[in-house]
Structure formats: C-alpha cells, structure tokens
C-alpha cells in the first residue's frame, strides 16, 4: 500500500457544507474522509475516478 503521508490533499470548491466531505489527493489517486485525516485511505485507480467524476457530472448517483 503506498504511503499517504506526504500527500497533497484537497477538497472540492463546492464542498461548504459542515465539513461532511472526502478529499482526494494528487499525485496518486486516493480519497479519505476529511474529518478524520488520519483514517483509512482508499486508493483507486485514474481510470475508476474519471469514471466516477464523469457519473457525478453526468448526474447518475441523484442528490445527497
């Protein structure tokens, strides 16, 4: 598992609502939950992401 401590992390632009947020790094693809930085990681492939960023563009997991 690569190591997540020296990562760049960022949150989206849009994500002011209270803190209930993921944040994904760069550099290596891999998103936590920003509330607890120092809790599991998930890491992914680019290929997966795009594909999930394009869903959520597209519209195809609703609202929340």
């Known amino acids: 598992m690569p190591r997540t401590e020296s990562l ?3 949150k ?3 994500s ?3 803190g209930q947020c993921v944040e994904v790094s760069t550099g290596l693809t891999a998103v936590r939950d920003s509330k607890n930085p120092d809790g599991p990681v998930l890491h992914i492939s680019p290929a997966s992401f795009a594909a999930f960023v394009a869903g959520v563009r597209a519209g195809g997991f609703g609202t929340v």
């Open 8 to 10: 760049d992390w960022f």
């Open 12 to 14: 989206s632009s849009h």
């Open 16 to 18: 002011d609502n209270g």
